[in-house]
């Protein structure tokens, strides 16, 4: 880890304008919020990221989870994994959410990481985290070892020939199969970004993961109401039963009427570059019977578009039957 300047926020716009110092600056040079620090100081330890200055913006009245007027839900940026995961608004309209983020890290870890965070929390490609091996994602132009290296662990959808690191949230998928918005502000104002435009898939820039920009505070998220009459449910498949990043994932909200597929919302984890929401399983669902051979067809669309490496081909077949089981899970009748 190298020096660096630790400063707290003593409001939004003070941590704004000194995120803001960072644009068109050097490296070395660059500032980085700090809130649970679960990420950061991992990243800085491995001399994977080497702000100058860090701004503390934990003592910000961001912290809160509150139901809105139409019946939706805010949480605070600053809200830890384990109080979002425990909150009774959660677990009572949201149970993917809840589930999701049982699911992730240590309780431990949950204690500490925030909402904030873990919308931003960088990939566990194992070259991104050695500075010693090339990544485009840590040195745009470096190349990308995993194509040729380990890459069991690594994406299959939306991936491409700079990049193949796959997006380790467990929170993240579940936000994108709730249609979640990111409401961020920054030196230009404010603005509210829908989960599926946040994220930013590798292309020839890998190096941008989101639509972030220098000064840019992520303050909350918004949730909408979810249908009246629907159910949901998050399935994490991995190597281990805890502290493990998943393999495949898949967060579902399914609402049956009448015997058929009224509403249905899809995401993928640990097989995207980003949280993978798929609107090709979606519309395979559409007024469906909610049957094996529809969720069946519905898997074979999500990962149409796979493209496996050497060492991971596997993850087709793992995440088609994860969406098939945790589709199950949400219709089944009690």
Same mark, same amino acid.
Not at 45 to 55: A, M, T
Not at 124 to 143: E, I, L, S, W
């Given at each position: 880890?190298?020096?660096?300047?630790?400063?707290?926020?003593?409001?939004?716009?003070?941590?704004?304008?000194?995120?803001?110092?960072?644009?068109?600056?050097?490296?070395?040079?660059?500032?980085?919020?700090?809130?649970?620090?679960?990420?950061?100081?991992? *990243?800085?330890?491995?001399?994977?990221?080497?702000?100058?200055?860090?701004? @503390?913006?934990?003592?910000?009245?961001?912290?809160?989870?509150?139901?809105?007027?139409?019946?939706?839900? &805010?949480?605070?940026?600053?809200? /830890?994994?384990?109080? *979002?995961?425990?909150?009774?608004?959660?677990?009572?309209?949201?149970?993917?959410?809840?589930?999701?983020?049982?699911?992730?890290?240590?309780?431990?870890?949950?204690?500490?990481?925030?909402?904030?965070?873990?919308?931003?929390?960088?990939?566990?490609?194992?070259?991104?985290?050695?500075?010693?091996?090339?990544?485009?994602?840590?040195?745009?132009?470096?190349?990308? %070892?995993?194509?040729?290296?380990?890459?069991?662990?690594?994406?299959?959808?939306?991936?491409?020939? =700079?990049?193949?690191?796959?997006?380790?949230? @467990?929170?993240?998928?579940?936000? %994108?199969?709730?249609?979640?918005?990111?409401?961020?502000?920054?030196?230009?104002?404010?603005?509210?970004?829908?989960? @599926?435009?946040?994220?930013?898939?590798?292309?020839?820039?890998?190096?941008?993961?989101?639509?972030?920009?220098?000064? @840019?505070?992520?303050?909350?998220?918004?949730?909408?109401?979810?249908?009246?009459?629907? /159910?949901?449910?998050?399935?994490?498949?991995?190597?281990?039963?805890?502290?493990?990043?998943?393999?495949?994932?898949?967060?579902?909200?399914?609402?049956?009427?009448?015997?058929?597929?009224?509403?249905?919302?899809?995401?993928?984890?640990?097989?995207?570059?980003?949280?993978?929401?798929?609107?090709? %399983?979606?519309?395979?669902?559409?007024?469906?019977?909610?049957?094996?051979?529809?969720?069946?067809?519905?898997?074979?669309? %999500?990962?149409?578009?796979?493209?496996?490496?050497?060492?991971?081909?596997? &993850?087709?077949?793992?995440? /088609?039957?994860?969406?098939?089981?945790?589709?199950?899970? =949400?219709?089944?009748?009690?």
């Amino acid at each position: 880890m190298e020096l660096f300047q630790l400063s707290r926020a003593n409001d939004v716009r003070d941590a704004i304008a000194a995120g803001a110092a960072s644009s068109g600056a050097a490296e070395g040079a660059q500032v980085r919020f700090l809130a649970g620090g679960t990420t950061l100081l991992d *990243l800085m330890k491995l001399n994977v990221e080497r702000p100058g200055r860090v701004i @503390d913006i934990s003592r910000l009245p961001l912290n809160q989870v509150e139901a809105t007027a139409d019946g939706g839900v &805010k949480i605070g940026a600053t809200v /830890r994994n384990a109080d *979002l995961a425990t909150h009774p608004l959660i677990r009572e309209r949201y149970a993917v959410l809840s589930q999701a983020l049982l699911a992730g890290a240590s309780a431990q870890l949950r204690n500490m990481a925030t909402t904030g965070g873990n919308l931003l929390q960088r990939t566990r490609c194992v070259y991104f985290r050695d500075t010693t091996m090339p990544c485009n994602k840590r040195t745009p132009g470096a190349g990308c %070892a995993a194509i040729d290296g380990f890459n069991r662990t690594m994406a299959i959808l939306g991936v491409s020939d =700079a990049c193949i690191a796959s997006n380790p949230s @467990d929170m993240n998928v579940a936000l %994108a199969a709730l249609d979640a918005t990111i409401h961020i502000e920054g030196v230009k104002g404010s603005r509210s970004v829908p989960i @599926d435009a946040f994220f930013l898939l590798p292309g020839t820039t890998p190096q941008r993961e989101t639509v972030i920009e220098a000064g @840019d505070l992520i303050t909350h998220v918004t949730l909408p109401p979810q249908p009246e009459g629907s /159910r949901s449910f998050y399935l994490k498949l991995r190597d281990r039963a805890s502290y493990e990043f998943a393999l495949a994932s898949a967060a579902v909200v399914v609402k049956v009427a009448d015997g058929r597929i009224a509403h249905a919302r899809v995401a993928l984890g640990g097989v995207g570059t980003k949280p993978w929401h798929s609107t090709e %399983a979606e519309a395979a669902l559409a007024d469906a019977v909610p049957d094996a051979a529809t969720f069946a067809r519905a898997a074979d669309a %999500a990962l149409a578009g796979a493209q496996p490496q050497s060492q991971n081909g596997f &993850k087709i077949e793992l995440a /088609r039957r994860c969406l098939v089981h945790a589709l199950t899970q =949400a219709t089944r009748t009690h």
